[in-house]
């Protein structure tokens, strides 16, 4: 209908109405041609809470092919923390080249791989198109739905990509399988046709719901270890995975979202390989802070500054020191809890030395000690061989570096639930 329809429309039985009945009358036009309009409402809703995220990492860069992703459909697997009755994701080109159009979205529960549960898949659409074009640089959320997100449970996410995109931002090591499958739109598919297997969350940063419960939501931020890099890849396996499965078997425990703000090989300070990130500090405002409803984040990242120091030269304490500070005063003025996280032994990795060690020790006094944080979680003592203090336990460890799945839950085990309430 065009507006000078609904003008039209003003008029009942050859008479004019009063100006308050037509404004009246216009309103209830426009909102039969609209629907409803109560997205604007709903996306303003406080209850809105993260309940899964994936921070961007892949960097352009000139061994980068572009993404040849053409005709395609997605189907990117996430593990929901808290349930929700509502719900709403949020795309990413933030690394792209150039815009990118998504030609439709679904998300649905996962059955197993690349299947979704029959009858559990609903569309997703953006400002009210099922397609979106998301410019370079920018995110795009979709619009609330009604669904019943189940707390810690697969979602599927499926994307259709109908031209070449160039290159897709991306969560490059996710530890968890993936699908992508060429031959047009199968977003509302239960079964993916001819699909592969990728390691990437491409696009998809987050998801949201809206909780009964009116829960806020923990950021655990840092680098491969909280990543969960030497998990079993789509166990859910990873250190903030485990907590979460603690806090929601304790029935004494006041409810958190649990998202994983981690990306392998990140550094606080610095940033090297295209595949691990913007350094800390660059990416805290886009993966943290953005994010819906955070009152708490841990941190726990600073090895990597240290074992991948720049141009060869051993990064000190102090430098590390001083960036911890800065996302220190950026959380609080946010109004968010910060408490840190030890950083664990790496003696037998390959990257260790023992000036590096020494400069590890420097941090974690500062952590324990500095009085700066408001909370302290030690991770170190969680995973630590007793004998050899600067090695992780052999059993919980494959490579001295990452934690497998036994180091992880020993982590998350360490965790004081009360420190978040």
Not at 53 to 77: K, N, V, Y
Not at 153 to 179: D, E, K, M, R, W
Not at 388 to 403: A, K
Request: charged residues 15%.
């Amino acid at each position: 209908m065009k507006i000078s329809q609904c003008f039209d429309a003003l008029t009942i039985t050859g008479k004019s109405l009063s100006w308050r009945s037509a404004i009246a009358a216009l309103l209830l036009v426009t909102l039969s041609i609209a629907g409803p309009l109560s997205h604007a409402q709903e996306q303003s809703d406080p209850r809105w809470v993260t309940t899964w995220t994936a921070s961007p990492s892949t960097l352009p860069g000139q061994d980068d092919p572009q993404d040849p992703a053409q005709d395609q459909t997605l189907r990117l697997i996430s593990h929901s923390s808290v349930g929700g009755d509502s719900v709403r994701i949020r795309l990413s080109n933030t690394h792209g080249n150039g815009p990118i159009t998504v030609g439709a979205a679904s998300i649905a529960l996962q059955s197993e791989g690349s299947s979704i549960r029959a009858g559990s898949s609903a569309a997703l659409s953006f400002s009210g198109q099922a397609s979106v074009t998301i410019p370079k640089g920018a995110v795009a959320i979709s619009d609330a739905i009604n669904y019943p997100v189940p707390q810690m449970s697969n979602l599927s996410v499926s994307l259709y990509l109908p031209a070449n995109n160039g290159f897709l931002t991306a969560h490059a090591l996710s530890n968890q399988i993936n699908y992508l499958s060429a031959g047009g739109d199968q977003t509302q598919s239960t079964n993916l046709s001819n699909a592969s297997e990728t390691p990437a969350w491409p696009l998809l940063t987050a998801i949201d719901v809206i909780s009964p419960d009116s829960v806020s939501a923990i950021a655990m931020v840092g680098d491969s270890i909280t990543d969960g890099w030497g998990s079993t890849a789509s166990a859910n396996q990873r250190w903030p995975n485990h907590f979460s499965r603690r806090l929601f078997a304790d029935s004494a425990a006041k409810k958190f979202a649990v998202v994983n703000a981690g990306i392998s090989g990140n550094r606080v300070t610095t940033e090297g390989n295209a595949r691990f990130g913007q350094n800390l500090q660059a990416r805290f405002e886009r993966d943290v802070l953005a994010l819906s409803n955070v009152t708490h984040m841990v941190l726990m990242e600073g090895i990597n500054d240290i074992g991948m120091s720049p141009s060869g030269d051993l990064i000190s304490s102090a430098e590390v020191i001083a960036g911890y500070r800065q996302v220190i005063a950026r959380a609080h003025a946010a109004g968010i809890k910060i408490i840190a996280a030890t950083l664990t032994p790496y003696e037998g990795a390959a990257y260790f030395t023992a000036a590096g060690e020494n400069v590890r020790q420097q941090i974690n006094a500062f952590i324990r000690d500095g009085g700066e944080f408001d909370g302290v979680i030690d991770f170190e003592k969680a995973v630590q061989d007793p004998t050899q203090p600067s090695r992780i336990l052999p059993e919980f460890t494959e490579d001295n570096l990452h934690p497998n799945d036994a180091g992880y839950k020993a982590m998350a085990d360490m965790v004081a639930i009360d420190l978040f309430e």
